[in-house]
C-alpha cells in the first residue's frame, strides 16, 4: 500500500537501478495547467552534482503518462515517471552477506526472503523521492495560496555548510542536518480530529522520508522545558492570530491560519568510504566492509525540496477533504 | 475517517462531555482472551487523581458491546465504550467568544462553523484516549512477546519529577514533559518501505495525540550533529543484533529485532488557573480569561499508558500486515 | 474492515445475540438535525411481526452514542447503537456439528476456527441491517433532495403476496423475492471511473446484505437479449434527460441526472421448519436437521428500507467526494 | 481513488488515446515468476481483430516498469504499462456538443466542467480493460491452485454465436450478451462479514467494467422464484461440498470450497453505424448523430478474459487478506 492521502492520494512505485520510478496522484481537480517543465525547478533542486551530493547524476526528465490533455489537468489520475539512465551494473549481492550499517540491506533481505531488488537499496532508496517532488509540484498547484518554503538549518551543528562540507569530505566521512520548513497563507481549519490532525499527516509523510529521525512542530523538543503560562499563544486579532507561534501553526490539529513551523532531522548518509567493522553473515564473524562507489557526504542538501513537497502534498489532501464541509444538500431545509 | 491501520484498525468516537466516548478494533486475531478486567491496569495508569492531575474522575468502566463471546475474541470488531459520568453541565460557549489559548476552541468552531459539540473541547478532548488505551490493552495481546515500556524522562526539564511539580502548583501554572518508550521483543521485518515504515506510522499515531510536540527516534534530535562513521551502527551477531542503536529499532522503515527507541515531547497543558489576556470575538479586542475548572497541571502524567498503546497498535497492526508475507500459494509449483 | 463508502463511511459492529449491534458514520456533515426520532419510520418499516416475519421482535430503540449535540450533528462520528434484548439461550452449538444448509455456519467455524459468535449467526445474522438502516436515515437526510423509494415486485414469481405467503406458510417453506428500487433527484455527476462507478458501489453494498443473489441496473439481465439501437437512450433536453431509461439512470458509471433504477434478488429464508437431509460432522454422515425456532418465512418483506439505506448511503458518500470538484484554490490565477 | 482491492490492491491510470495506460499492483507476494511474456495469452484473448470487434488494433505490449528483478516480484509494487499506439487523432469535440447515447460523453464532460479527455472516452474507455487483464495475470499466479473460467453464454440470446454476428453486422447495429465464469478449487474461508463479502467483492469489480448491466451468483434472478426447500443446498460430506449449488459458492459471503459459479450481463456496444436522432447542445433541438470510426459489434465477445481477471483479483485479494487468520503470537501462551 504504497501510498499517501485520503483524497490527494500519492502512490509510488519503482526502484533505483529498475528502469523508472514513477508516482500516481488521485483526485487532482481538473482544469490545471500541468507540463512537464513545471516539475523542473523542484527536480533541480532536489538533484545532485554540488559539493556534498553524490556524483551520479540522472537527468530526471519527468513524462506524463495520464491525467493531462492538452496540458491541463482532467480530473484522471496523473501518472509521472522518470526513467533510470545512470545505473551502474555492479555487484550488490555482497551486501546480502554483509549488509551496510545504517541501510535497509538486513531488513529488506529477511522481510522479502531474499527475493527484494538489492540493487542501490531498490524501493528503499532516496531515489523515489524524485517522484514524491513530483506529486508535491502537483500538490503545490493545488495549494496555492499557500506556499511553503524549507531551508537548511544546519549540518553536523555548522552553520557554515560550505566549512563544514569541506571537513566531512576531507574526513572522507558523511554529516547530518537539520531543516527548517515554513509555510504561509495555509488556511485555517486544515485537519481532522484524532487520526488525521494536520501535524500527524505531516509527521507520518516525513518520517516516510529515508534518514528522518525527528520532527517537531512549534516549540518542538523545547516544549517539555517550558510552563503553560510561557507556551501558550495568546490571540491577538479576529482572524485568530497569535502573539506568539510555539504551537507551530495548528491547535487541537487543526491549522489556525498562523505560520506552519516545523523541522526535521536527518541522520548522516549511512554510506562512508571509511571501512567499517560489520558482520559478515557468510563468515559468521565480523570483518570490515568497504562500500565503493557513489554516494552524498549529506544527504540534507538534497532534503528542501522534498520536505515542502511532503508538507503541499499534505494541505492538498486535507484541503481537499475540506471541501466536504462546505456541502449543503437540501438537508437544511428539512429541519 | 477517525481511524488508524490498515489491518488492525483502530475507530474512535464520542465526546469529552457526550454520553460515552469508544473505539471499534477491526481485524482482532479470533480466539483471544479478552475480558473486561484485562483493561483495568492501563486504564488506571491514564486515570487521573493523582498530584498535578485533574480533580475530574472517571470511573472508566470497560463495556465490550461487540467481539468477544464467553471471554474470547470472536473475529468480528470488537466495540468497547466508555460511559461519560463526571460531566459538568457548565457553560463553555464563552470559549466561542474567547477561545482558550493553546486549545481547540478556534479552529473547531470555524471549521464546524459553530456546529463543534464545545463542551470540555468534545472530539478533542483527551478524553478519548481511555478509548485508545483499550485500543492498545487488545494491541498488546496480539503484539506478545513484544513488550513497550514508557517512562517519564523529565518534567519541565526537571528529573525530580514532585518537586517540580510543587513548583508548578504553587505558581498556579502548568508544566510540559519527555516520555521515553522501549520497545523489546518485537520481531524484525514490521514495516512497509516508504509510506508505512514502522517509524512513520509510529510518528502519525503519536502525532494524533493531544499537545505532541516532537517525535524523536534512535538519535533523534542529536543526529543532525553526527558524523556517518559515529552514527552508523555496526552489525555483531547473525540475528542482525547492533553494537550501538543510533537507529532506534529500524533500518529502511523495517524493524531490525534491535530495541526500538523512542521519545516523545508534550507541552504544557493549555488550561491554567492564570488570567491570559487573549482576544474576545466578541468585544473585538482584547480581554483577560480567566479559565476556572479541572484540568491537568502536567498532563505527561498521564501519557505513559497511552504512548505504549500508540506503539502497541502500531506493531499489532504491522504484525498482522506482516502475514502476507507468509503467503504460498501453489505459484511456485507452476514455475 | 467492516466499513463502507470513501467520505461517508459506514461501520457497522455487533452479532446476532450479543449486547448490542451498532454502526459508526464518519464524515456526517455538521448541522444536521438529528434525533432518536427521525429513526423510526424506517426501523419500523423493517421490523419483524407481520405475516411471513419472523416472531423475535426487538424494540430497536436507536441510542445515539455520538457525534450528536443539542439535536444536531457535530461533524465528528455518529455512532448509533440498538441493544439486543429478545435473544434466547437456545443452544446454537449444534449448527457446528450440523451447519444449517444455506446459512453462514460452515463457512464461519471453519473461517474463525470455531471461535465466531455462532448465536444467531452472530455477526453474519441479519440482524445488523437495523444498524445499516439508522445509517441510511443519516444518509437520507444528506442526500435530499434525492430520494429513494423501494418496493417488493414479488415473492415466489406472485403479484399477490398475501396469496403466496399463505401458500408458503401452509408449506412450512420459505420463498425468495424481487425488490425494486427508484431514486428521484439524483444530481448527475456521481460516481467515479472505474472502481467507484456509481453503479458498482452499489452493487457492493446491495451484496454485502445476506440473501441476495442477483443486481441488476436499467435494462438489467435483459440488456443482454437487445440491439444496440434499442438500448441506446437517446437524449431529448440540455438537462441530460432521455427518451428510455435502459441505462438505469448512469453513463460510464456517472448519475446523468435520469431516475435512478435497479432491482434486487433475494433468496428464500434458508431457515425452514421442514426437516433437511444434510452432514453431520460428528457422525461422518448424513443425517435430519430439523430447525427449530422463530424465523422469516420471506425476509424480503424486511427489505425495502434497507435496500432504500444501501442506495442513500451511496449517494450520500459520492455527494460528498463529489464536493472535491467544486474546489478551486488559487491555481486558476497562477496560470 | 482508481484502485480495487485490501491488500493485492489494483490501480488503473491511462486514457484510451493518451501516452499509455497501466496499472500498479500493491502486495504482490516476493517471489513469483513475472515476465513479460506471461501476459500474452490474455491479453490476446482480449484483443480485438475478430468479427465482431473493432479494427482498432493495439500491439498491447506489456512494459513492466517495477516490481520484478530477474524474472521474479520483489515485494514492491509492480506496475506495468501498455502504450497506445493506434490512435486517431480525429475530433471528438463534437461528442460534447452531441454526446452519444449510451456514452459517457454527457456525465463526463458534466462531472469534469469539461476538463475530461473526451478523446476515444478517455478515462471511462474499455482501453483500461487491457490493464485490469494484466492485473488478472499477476493474480491469477496468486490465487493459484484457484483457477476461474468465464465463456459467452450466448449473444443477444442467441447460442449460435457466428450466425448472430452475421446478422448485427448486416443491421449495422450491436448486441449484448451473457457471460459465465466458474471458479474451481478455490478454497474456503475467503470473504469477510457485512461488506467484502465475497460476492460483494466480486460484484464491485465487475460492476466497474464498461457495460455490465447484471451480475447473478448462483441461482441469480431465478432465486426469487424459489422455495427455501428447493433452494437450500445440502451438506453431502465433511469438506463442506454440497448437493447443489444455487448458492454459487459462498455461505453467509464466505467461501464454501464449493465451485464459485456466476454471471455478467453485457449491454450492446453503444456506439452503433445507424444514425440516432439524439440532443444537440449547440443547436439546443434533437438532430441525428452519425458515428464514425471503429467498434465492437459485440464487446462481449472480449470480456472472458476480463471477467476472470476480475474474479482472480478479488479471490487474489481475499487469499492474502485471509493470511491474517494465520496470525499466532504469544497471546495463546498468555492466558
Known amino acids: 500500500m504504497n501510498s499517501f492521502g485520503s483524497?490527494?492520494?500519492v502512490s509510488l512505485f519503482g526502484e533505483s537501478h529498475g528502469s523508472s520510478v514513477g508516482v500516481t496522484c488521485d483526485n487532482v481537480p481538473p482544469g490545471i495547467s500541468l507540463q512537464e517543465e513545471d516539475f523542473e525547478k523542484d527536480i533541480n533542486r532536489r538533484k545532485s552534482g554540488r559539493k556534498g551530493t553524490t556524483p551520479r547524476i540522472e537527468s530526471d526528465i519527468p513524462i506524463i503518462l495520464s491525467g493531462v490533455c492538452d496540458g491541463v489537468t482532467t480530473g484522471a489520475p496523473?501518472?509521472?515517471i522518470f526513467?533510470?539512465?545512470?545505473t551502474r551494473s555492479k555487484d550488490y549481492s555482497m551486501f546480502r552477506d554483509m549488509p551496510r550499517p545504517?541501510?535497509?540491506d538486513f531488513t529488506a533481505d529477511l522481510k522479502y526472503n531474499g527475493f527484494n531488488d538489492i540493487r542501490g537499496g531498490g524501493?528503499?532508496?532516496?531515489?523515489?523521492?524524485v517522484a514524491l517532488v513530483a506529486a508535491g509540484v502537483i500538490a503545490k498547484k493545488i495549494c496555492l495560496p499557500a506556499v511553503y518554503t524549507a531551508n537548511i538549518v544546519h549540518i553536523g551543528g555548522n552553520e557554515n555548510i560550505e566549512e563544514e562540507l569541506d571537513n566531512v569530505l576531507a574526513d572522507h566521512d558523511s554529516v547530518g542536518g537539520l531543516v527548517s520548513c515554513i509555510g504561509k497563507n495555509v488556511p485555517a481549519g486544515l485537519g481532522e480530529p484524532f487520526f488525521k490532525k494536520f501535524e500527524a499527516q505531516l509527521a507520518g509523510i516525513i518520517f516516510s522520508l529515508p534518514a528522518v529521525k525527528a520532527f517537531e512542530i512549534g516549540s518542538g523538543v523545547k516544549a517539555s522545558q517550558m510552563r503553560g503560562s510561557e507556551h501558550n499563544d495568546c490571540f491577538i486579532s479576529a482572524d485568530g492570530k497569535t502573539e506568539t507561534n510555539n504551537s507551530g501553526g495548528t491547535?487541537?490539529?487543526i491549522t489556525s491560519g498562523n505560520i506552519i513551523d516545523f523541522r526535521v532531522t536527518f541522520k548522516p548518509t549511512p554510506s562512508i568510504s571509511r571501512p567499517q567493522n560489520t558482520y559478515s553473515f557468510n563468515k559468521k564473524t565480523r570483518d570490515n566492509l568497504v562500500i565503493e562507489g557513489r554516494h552524498d557526504a549529506c544527504l540534507t542538501l538534497r532534503t528542501p525540496a522534498i520536505?515542502?513537497?511532503c508538507a503541499a502534498i499534505v494541505t492538498a489532501d486535507l484541503l481537499l477533504y475540506n471541501t466536504i464541509?462546505?456541502?449543503r444538500g437540501k438537508h437544511n431545509d428539512s429541519q
Chains 1, 2, 3, 4 share one sequence.
Open 307 to 309: 520536505v515542502e513537497a
Open 83 to 86: 526513467n533510470n539512465e545512470n
Open 251 to 253: 491547535l487541537g490539529g
Open 325 to 327: 464541509y462546505n456541502y
Open 102 to 104: 545504517g541501510h535497509s
Open 123 to 129: 524501493m528503499f532508496s532516496a531515489r523515489l523521492t
Open 78 to 80: 496523473v501518472t509521472v
Open 7 to 9: 483524497i490527494f492520494r
